[in-house]
């Protein structure tokens, strides 16, 4: 049997999907869709016959790509960054599930891998990290632009009063509680499970018509999936790296940070592009250490061993005696001889290593304009 329904199924048999399509107005074929659309395990998905209009995801901004390392940033270190074993299973998978049900969509895995790499860097951030079986831990709940009215009471988004984009491939709820299908056969649907959620992804992205190994009908389907331009841009070109094979297997079970490489030493951008970027690396760290050092002072303030002066005062009012460093502690305090000097070998020695951490950094930029000189004379000799 296709999987894919027939023109006399479209004509005769569709009806309105009232929870899935709300105010979009999307009516789908119903007939064969319970297998794959309501909760129930399927191995080989049903395809919605009309292209589902409704955006799957709606955020802020694209959560798997830190601003600092910014497009350019992302896509030089994709190899580099990898895609985790049980990530990289589950774009595949989607793959083949999708080829079965719906032989002219060519959904290709790369597409699928691209939307989990932007949403969510493979289900690694924010501090999770994927299992071997795919799911994401402790759980990935993304943002919105505004406020989205809640139509799940809480179930997948774990807030009861405005929907937001859930798991790896951020699907919105509005999605989910009609789509999410049990890709991988373990008797639930999950949300937070890459198997469930990508292939649940190549149902929305297949949904319609379209060829979506062409360029075309690869971005009308992203652009479907996210109106956002500049999200669509970066989606086609992570696909097209990976579709090169400019990606690499990692182990499950690690979380990475979403910043894959600082624009400073992206050899992508012009010379002027990276030195700029080097000064914001530095007035970045250097505003993050005078933050810590802050937090430090401000958490040792107040700390004498009775809380307070010899009239026992409030610790944050400097105008009560022994308050602003509690160092009198109303005169119980004893001398620490050996605990004064660790702390002050201790300051010595980070002092030491804030320097040398300094110096580093100014050899790094040394070296690296030392090496834009001379890629500027081998290209004005060799006429590159």
Not at 96 to 112: E, F, I, K, Q, Y
Not at 216 to 239: H, I, T
Not at 261 to 273: C, G, H, I, R
Not at 371 to 379: A, F, K, L, R
Request: glycine share 14%; proline share 5%.
């Amino acid at each position: 049997m296709s999987k894919k329904l027939t023109p006399l199924q479209k004509a005769g048999a569709l009806v309105p999907m009232a929870i899935l399509v709300g105010a979009w107005g999307i009516a789908v074929g119903n007939s064969g869709l319970a297998t794959a659309l309501g909760g129930t395990s399927a191995s080989i998905p049903e395809v919605p016959a009309l292209a589902l209009e409704q955006p799957a995801t709606v955020q802020r901004t694209v959560a798997g790509v830190d601003a600092q390392a910014g497009v350019p940033g992302a896509i030089s270190t994709l190899s580099t960054n990898g895609i985790p074993s049980a990530a990289l299973y589950a774009y595949h998978h989607a793959e083949t599930l999708l080829a079965s049900a719906d032989a002219g969509c060519r959904l290709p895995w790369n597409l699928v891998a691209a939307i989990g790499r932007v949403e969510s860097n493979h289900g690694r951030i924010d501090g999770n990290a994927l299992s071997a079986d795919g799911v994401a831990s402790p759980g990935i709940y993304g943002e919105t632009t505004k406020k989205v009215a809640d139509t799940d009471g809480g179930k997948y988004d774990k807030d009861a009063k405005a929907d937001r984009p859930v798991g790896p491939m951020g699907l919105m709820p509005t999605i989910l509680k009609d789509t999410l299908l049990d890709a991988d056969n373990d008797g639930s649907v999950n949300p937070q499970d890459i198997d469930d959620e990508a292939t649940t992804s190549g149902v929305f992205l297949c949904s319609g018509e379209g060829d979506l190994s062409t360029e075309p009908g690869a971005r009308a389907a992203v652009q479907r999936y996210n109106s956002n331009a500049s999200y669509v841009d970066l989606v086609m070109k992570v696909s097209a790296s990976y579709a090169n094979g400019l990606y690499s297997q990692t182990p499950d079970g690690y979380s990475t940070s979403t910043i894959l490489t600082s624009q400073a030493y992206d050899q992508t951008l012009s010379s002027d592009e990276r030195k700029e970027a080097r000064k914001k690396q530095r007035q970045s760290d250097a505003a993050a250490k005078a933050a810590e050092e802050a937090a430090k002072n401000g958490g040792t303030s107040g700390s004498g061993p009775t809380g307070g002066g010899p009239t026992g005062g409030d610790n944050n009012d400097n105008d009560t005696p022994g308050g602003g460093g509690g160092g009198g502690g109303g005169g119980e305090s004893k001398p620490d001889p050996v605990g004064d000097a660790v702390k002050e070998t201790t300051k010595q020695v980070e002092e030491t290593v804030k320097k040398v951490e300094e110096t580093v950094k100014e050899v790094e930029d040394t070296v690296k304009d030392v090496t834009d000189t001379v890629d500027s004379v081998v290209q004005s000799v060799t006429g590159g």
